[in-house]
């Protein structure tokens, strides 16, 4: 390429190169390798040092420094020259402009390590990081933002007049959309900058899920906090980004904030989701799989169920969620919520204790058990490790785990009764209450042995109950008995309580009165029948065999009296089948009460 004189005027490095060219009388010729930004950066430094007009901005800036110190444009080969200009509007424009800097840092990508080493990117980085982490109203008003001037009240300045137009967010996740466009390692050295700078944990958190769910497909769903809002992208003229997406999760599960939070925690087992889907490294499966189960009584059961992306026959990846509840019971849980303003990853109202946690896991994975007991494929042994991996002291009744057996014998009818037998053992029948013991007795999917071992609990759980509610109530007639007596009482009285089994004990103590009452009455119609038999053979005694056997009724007052031989048998069971049926159908109602399913 030959070149012309007002190149010469303005570079030094073709200076150089043409002094060069002299010594060995050749014409100048030289070849730009690697020069920053291509044909077109050259363009304008060219065009600058021709003399025409050239229009820095906020996409071009970045590369036009480069190529300025690539050849050497100094103000020793002129005032004024194209390092110097391009320098000055880099600084007293694009970093004190939001909108300018996100464009320059977006457009430095061509030119990355040049703008590295000439501490471009860095400058961008903090810049921005300072205008997301400091309150700006330290800075006084008005201050630029997008473009534009804003007053303290938040409405756009036009020469120092208040026009009344509102910005269209005020809010802590306005930067959200805008650093979305920035590629994986940009996006990542940003976070970076905005810890040193101490930002709060819950922006940090929005800001890498909003950038996971607007390049992670499928993610979305499982985002619980709100979108951002599509309000700069329009005046910006981003161009997306192309992020790897194996690169970008492996990438911001490093320096994800170690909080606690409901929605973080739905957040992370999306993550953990897309995870096993791209097939990411072990290292950072295990580091999702430890903070999930680091606050995994925050989890709902719609995002516990993980389906298995490999080629196992069962429906859902139970090794998976195993190993969380593995690092919730191992791991000594340290995290402390999101602040209380942040309204999307707040955690519950108030912390929950480590025995609190415990039950609340245990009634979660009971529920997962169940959901995932249908599964034709799915092994005992699973169900069982799940079921196992909990301490016993996390579950005070059983009946969630009655239920998941229960539904996965439903699930499973060609089980033998030693495996259901051997399922049935992680059930401990003293912890089911009387509906599931009721249930459990007349279930006909349990082995004949598990349901005499119910029957016996049973049995001993109504003595426990009928025991505790006799004497509460014999505390309540005679206030003056002993303290032990009626402390007793109301022992056995919240067991009962607890278990839901009052209902049951008052429709038993109905059922005794009722008993009682037909017992006396039989006893009544016994011994007015054995006057009645006493009558009848003083009167035959008394009288020739030719007396009618309707006069002797009319003077013993009976409307009718049978033969001698039948009166006795005929009587008996007149008078005695009426109360024993009576008996037996109020045991038949009240089994009745018993033989729907259990739920």
Sequence with gaps: MELQFPLLSKCGKIVRAHEESKNTDGALKMVLEEFPGGPDTFLIAAKFCYGYRVELTARNVVSVHCAAEYLEMTDEFGEGNLLSKSES?????????????????????????????????????????????TDP?????????????????????????????????????????????????????????????????????????????????????????????????????????????????????????????????RFLLGLLRVALILNVSQTCKDSLE??????????????????TYSD????????????????????????????????????????????????KVAKLM???????????????????????????SSRLLHDGLYRALDIYFKAHPWLSDREKEELCNIIDYQKLSIHACAHASQNDRLPLRVVLQVLFFEQLHLRTALAGCLNALDGEIAPAAPVPITALGDTASEIVQRDGWVTVVRENQVLKVD????????????????????????????????????????KIGCKLVPRPSDAQPESLNRTGSTPRASIEWARRSHKSKHSESFT
Aim: aromatic share 8%; proline share 5%; net charge positive.
């Design 89 to 133: 509007f880099f600084h007293k424009n694009t970093l004190r402009n939001w909108k300018d800097c996100i464009l320059a840092l977006q457009s430095s990508e061509p030119v990355l390590p040049k703008a590295e080493k000439l501490h471009l990117v860095g400058k961008c980085l903090n810049a921005l990081s300072m205008m997301v982490c």
């Design 290 to 307: 430890r903070r999930i189960g680091m606050q995994l009584e925050l989890a709902t059961l719609d995002s516990l169920l993980i389906p």
């Design 515 to 554: 008993m009682d009452r037909m017992s006396s009455r039989v006893g009544e119609l016994e011994e007015e029948f054995s006057k009645i038999k006493q009558e009848m053979k003083s009167v035959t005694k008394s009288h020739s065999s030719r007396s009618s056997p309707r006069l002797v009724a009319r």
């Design 312 to 359: 196992s026959d069962a429906l859902y990846n139970t090794e998976c969620i195993e190993q969380i509840v593995h690092y919730f019971i191992s791991t000594e849980s340290n995290l402390t919520p999101f602040s209380p303003s942040s309204r999307d990853l707040q955690a519950s109202a108030s912390p929950s204790s480590s025995s609190e946690s415990l039950r």
């Design 137 to 265: 109203s330290l800075f006084g008003w008005p201050m630029m933002m997008y473009g534009s001037f804003q007053s303290p009240g938040g409405s756009i300045l036009w020469n120092g007049i208040n026009t009344g137009a509102r910005i269209r967010s005020s809010e802590s996740d306005w930067w959200f959309e805008d650093i979305s466009y920035l590629s994986v390692s940009l996006f990542e050295r940003l976070i970076k900058t905005m810890q040193a700078r101490g930002i709060r944990p819950e922006n940090l958190a929005g800001a890498i899920m909003y950038y996971s769910r607007k390049h992670l497909p499928g993610l979305g769903r499982w985002h619980g906090g709100q979108g951002g809002k599509a309000r700069t992208v329009a005046s910006f003229s981003l161009t997306p980004a192309t992020v790897d997406q194996r690169v970008l999760l492996e990438s911001i599960e490093k320096f994800l904030p170690d909080k606690k939070g409901k929605s973080y925690c």
């Design 366 to 392: 009971d529920s997962y058990i169940a959901e995932i007991a249908s599964d034709v494929n799915l092994k005992p042994g699973k169900i069982r490790r799940l079921a196992e991996a909990l301490p016993e």
